[in-house]
């Protein structure tokens, strides 16, 4: 750092990361009665969201809303209620009913990071967050007494803080990871993904999502706000790669959709958007605390796209560590119990997922025996609530194995009977 440098600033917590997980936590720490800053590299502008993203907040995230000051979120003019229904290559697999206002997790939202983003940004500064946008952490150094971070700003400008807590969420690309030397396991993701946005498309009874499996894709259709649609296909490689040109890929994409026999009638759909997506998008895992920084968001988890979990993931992350802190001090001892409490919480409720969704993202499957899967689910009622659970992220996978392995047994049990 240049000896110009100012005097240093004093914070209780500093966020490295001004997305969803870093305004999250940084919110949560604020309302504990903290001193907060969130230092985020990109200049951002009360427009600034992310495009890239299905916009699907799970049910198990939706009432974590109400503790951020966003409740309003679920409100019509700002999101989609609703519930997911998946097209299998065993039957259809939904939860019958409507919504239950009094219940947020009963259901799931379509709410576009357009509003998430800003709205999140925004209720980090009506909580007295100091958000520090274009703003880069080009080094951390821990003593005794806490952290000391070196940044430099958009004009080069340099500035030194003091903090006693440092939360890692500068996302899957974490620079703070590097710097740490928390290391990264990268898991394959053997599909593309492809976005776009339509007018035009009549929505499903309900405002329903719906996941069609195809073959060894997903094609997932999402109504959003104003008569909108989002579009979302993840696919085989080899599926896309004779779709050319700007127009062609678009109109190849819209075909696809077309076809299946499960989804809404694409003739009178009027692009939005361009095709956005993304070839090569590995899953990556990191630990939830490295010495004495806890990672939130993608910068500890950043799943393939197709399990819908990095908005709920982001925002429950954050709730656990905040949780973890509620009571506590961040000196000595108490830090360290908070921090042992969040890698037990992270490790205990978030992780369990990791292996199922990264085992999703593999398309050599045996078909036959993932088609006895979804037989087997669409014969049970229960099992059929379990499975939207699972996906819906309010049990664990294990839950769902066990129930799963007694449905198994039940149908052959009766099948044995008749």
């Known amino acids: 750092m240049s000896a110009q440098k100012s005097e240093s600033l004093s914070v ?18 604020s309302q504990m009665g903290y001193r907060v800053a969130v230092f985020e590299k990109k200049a951002v502008t009360e427009h600034s969201y992310k495009q890239l993203c299905t916009h699907f907040l799970q ?50 939202l379509n709410l ?48 030194r803080y003091r903090a006693r ?49 195809n073959d060894r894709d997903l094609a997932c259709t999402y109504p959003l706000v104003d008569g909108r649609t989002e579009l979302v296909l993840f696919a085989e490689k ?21 076809d299946l026999d499960q989804a809404p009638s694409m003739a009178d759909a009027v692009p939005e958007s361009p095709l956005l997506g993304y070839t090569d998008y590995p899953s990556q895992i990191r630990r939830p605390v490295q010495g004495s920084v806890p990672f939130v968001g993608d910068a500890a988890l950043s ?15 954050a709730d656990l560590l905040a949780r973890s802190f509620a009571g506590r001090s961040l000196d000595g001892a108490d830090r360290r119990a908070g921090l042992a409490d969040y890698r037990e919480r992270f490790e205990s409720t978030i992780l369990p997922h990791a292996d199922g969704i990264c085992g999703d993202s593999l398309v050599g499957k ?13 014969r049970s009622p229960e099992l059929s609530h379990k499975y939207l659970a699972l996906t819906g992220r309010m049990v664990q996978p294990a839950e769902f194995q066990q129930a799963f392995l007694r449905g198994l047994m039940t149908q052959r049990v009766g099948a044995a009977r008749t």
């Not at 080899?238 to 077309?258: A, H, P």
């Not at 045996?366 to 669409?378: G, K, L, P």
């Open 112 to 159: 576009e990071r357009r509003v998430l983003d800003p709205a999140l940004r925004e209720a980090a500064r009506r909580q007295g967050v100091r958000y520090l946008q274009g703003t880069s952490v080009e080094s951390v150094q821990e003593d005794e007494s806490g952290w000391t971070l070196d940044t430099r700003d958009g004009t080069g400008a340099q500035q």
């Open 59 to 108: 049910p198990h995230a939706v009432p974590l809303l109400d503790g951020l000051g966003l409740a309003h979120l679920r409100e019509p003019a700002w999101s989609v209620v609703t519930k997911a229904v998946f097209v299998t290559p065993g039957g259809v697999v939904e939860t019958p009913g409507g919504y239950d206002p009094e219940q947020p997790d009963s259901y799931a």
């Open 303 to 317: 799943l393939d796209a197709m399990s819908g979990v990095g908005c709920g993931f982001a925002l429950q992350s």
């Open 165 to 213: 807590l440092v939360v890692a969420a500068d996302g899957r690309r974490s620079r703070l990871a590097g710097l740490l030397g928390n290391p990264t396991e990268s898991r394959p993701n053997e599909r593309v993904a492809l976005f776009a946005y339509f007018t035009g498309i009549e929505h499903p009874e309900g405002n329903r999502s719906v996941f069609i499996m």
């Open 12 to 29: 209780d917590v500093a966020v490295v990361g001004g997305s969803l997980a870093g305004c999250a936590s940084a919110i949560r720490f």
């Open 366 to 378: 045996d078909e036959a025996t993932r088609q006895r899967m979804f037989t087997t689910i669409c």
């Open 238 to 258: 080899s599926r896309v790669e004779s779709w050319r040109g700007t127009e062609g890929r678009l109109e190849q994409f819209l075909k696809y959709f077309d």
